[in-house]
């Protein structure tokens, strides 16, 4: 009963074009379901993801669950995990790409998923990191170790939307740090970073910048979303 009244007063809505969901459905329609942009990148041959740090970051692998597009179900998904509180949308994504990951023999390999962290003030802000959910996720379906405290954010940056990609670049370049008491059990090991959204790939490449100081190590990348 007190369920039923739960629903009743505050009926569960979908993220892409609040219509009421019906009893198996998850923050999305199953129109709207249809309708996201799946990149399948983990399935061909290439990417157009690892292709964006040729030159700069040795990358194994990289994909994306979504492409990103402006005003699309992608960006209302986004905007509702970062700033509505709906943190159950970032293990639904990561148990999403992980079911499709778990099948690539490129993606077998991995030891441990890390995530890209949060600042400690916008953490204690929103109330948890936006990526942890989706890495936990991934790292289950694989049957690997997840890891939130290798990485340190060690400072605090404003949003990044209206920078250029140098100020993009500047903006990250030296915030991120490896907590030196725990790299020692990521030595020879294949990391899976992850984060929500890479548009330059700037913060990507401040945080791999780092995990490569650490001996032996290779390293991969996956997203929720990519901006074409």
Request: hydrophobic residues 40%.
């Amino acid at each position: 009963m007190y369920k039923y009244l739960i629903n009743l007063l505050f009926p569960k809505l979908c993220v892409g074009c609040e219509d009421l969901l019906n009893g198996n459905e998850i923050f999305l329609c199953n129109k709207c379901l249809h309708l996201v942009p799946c990149t399948n990148l983990h399935t061909i041959e290439g990417s157009m993801i690892k292709d964006l740090f040729y030159g700069s970051v040795c990358l194994e692998q990289a994909t994306a669950l979504f492409y990103f597009h402006k005003d699309g179900i992608v960006q209302k998904l986004m905007h509702h995990l970062k700033y509505k509180g709906q943190e159950g949308i970032s293990s639904y994504l990561g148990n999403w790409l992980g079911e499709d990951l778990k099948s690539c023999n490129a993606y077998k390999d991995i030891d441990i998923v890390i995530p890209v962290p949060l600042h400690t003030k916008k953490l204690k802000s929103r109330g948890y990191n936006q990526v942890d959910g989706f890495g936990k996720a991934i790292a289950n379906k694989l049957k690997v170790g997840f890891v939130n405290n290798v990485l340190i954010r060690d400072k605090n940056t404003h949003t990044q939307t209206k920078k250029s990609r140098w100020k993009r670049w500047k903006n990250v370049d030296t915030i991120f740090m490896l907590d030196s008491t725990k790299t020692a059990l990521l030595k020879g090991k294949h990391i899976l970073l992850v984060d929500d959204i890479i548009t330059t790939g700037s913060t990507i490449k401040a945080c791999a910048y780092e995990l490569l100081k650490i001996p032996n190590v290779k390293l991969s990348i996956a997203v929720m979303a990519y901006t074409e």
